[in-house]
């Protein structure tokens, strides 16, 4: 049965119950929308003007985010220390947070206060719409078109233009600045790490003992001297090694590799082979290394194999010994490049 909805004048839905059990209606009717409620800016030019000047307040803190972003880019490069990275990171993150957030903002409340707001509704029949409602289709969005008054707000159209032809410098001003950067990849084929090097403690760089460990401790682990390179944070990004002490008898040792390890502690690289992620979630019980990007998960005893997920080879390790004060020490760098496969490919 159809009913006219004597709210908006739209024929009722009505929904019939399966087999009308006593009690239990058999239709309903289609409550339609409410009444139509018009806004401030509807009834007043003066609201509406005043969210109009909201909007373009928004595009305009957008602008000004852009801008700060590419201040912060030029004006506060990330440095070398943790605190100089930090600083410019949040500048380029704060930078990013307004240009977006101000375009996104600005349209939100362009559309909830100045477009039009009447509800409209399409009762739903055949999948494809009938030549009258396509040709009603295209007029309300013709409507709206003319709604949004585009051609007669002036300074709002110029602050949304403004908005986001500036936005995209966020992403093309970072992009087009490494162009001519150092793209040399062979240097990620080797690290810091050199014979007779000590393994100091991350982050304080205290030499660290092979009695300092216990069955089952972890160590991260950094080499000695590291603070007085040129680059400590891209020496640091590469050389980082997890050292863990392990009962020898739980010790798989491949033939080429008797002797990498000391008295059951073994070092491998912190740098996840799948995509250089820092691994560092250590099960004792099972001697299993986890990846939190994406579970790659190794096996300490074994040669750091893997035993799970999306990485392709071992961690590299890095052959230790101990001097004659009982320091850790490196017996040379790494025999293989730590990090990502691709790497490999480019032997
Ligand atoms: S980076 Fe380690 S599993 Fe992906």
Known sequence: MNQQNPAKGHPSQDLAAPDGQAGVPTHFTDPGHPEHQPRQSDLHPAANKRAERQVVLLFAVSVLGTIGFLVAYFAVPPGE???????????????????????????????????????????????????????????????????????RRGVLKGAMVSALLLAPLTVVVPLVGNVGEDWDVSKFKSTMWRKGMKLTIDPSGRPIK?????????FHVIPEGLEDTEHPLDEKAKAVVLLIRLDPRDLTEAEDRKGWSYDGIVAYSKICTHVGCPVALYEQQTHHLL??????????????????????????????????EGYLIAQSDFTEPVGPSFWERLK
């Open 210 to 218: 092979a009695s300092d460990l216990t069955i089952g401790s972890v």
């Open 81 to 151: 220390t943790v605190a100089s990275m930090r600083q410019s990171n949040l500048l380029l993150g704060l930078g990013l947070f307004l240009g977006m957030f101000g375009i996104g903002a600005a349209v939100v409340h362009w559309a909830k206060s100045l477009m039009n707001s009447e509800e409209k509704a399409e009762d739903r029949h055949t999948l494809r719409s009938s030549d009258e409602t396509r040709a009603a289709a295209v007029e309300m969005l013709r409507e709206g078109a003319q709604d949004s008054a585009i051609g």
């Open 291 to 324: 990846c939190p990007c994406h579970q790659s998960t190794f096996d300490v005893a074994d040669g750091a194999k893997v035993l799970f997920g999306p990485a392709k080879r071992p961690l590299p390790q890095l052959p230790i010994e101990v001097d004659d």
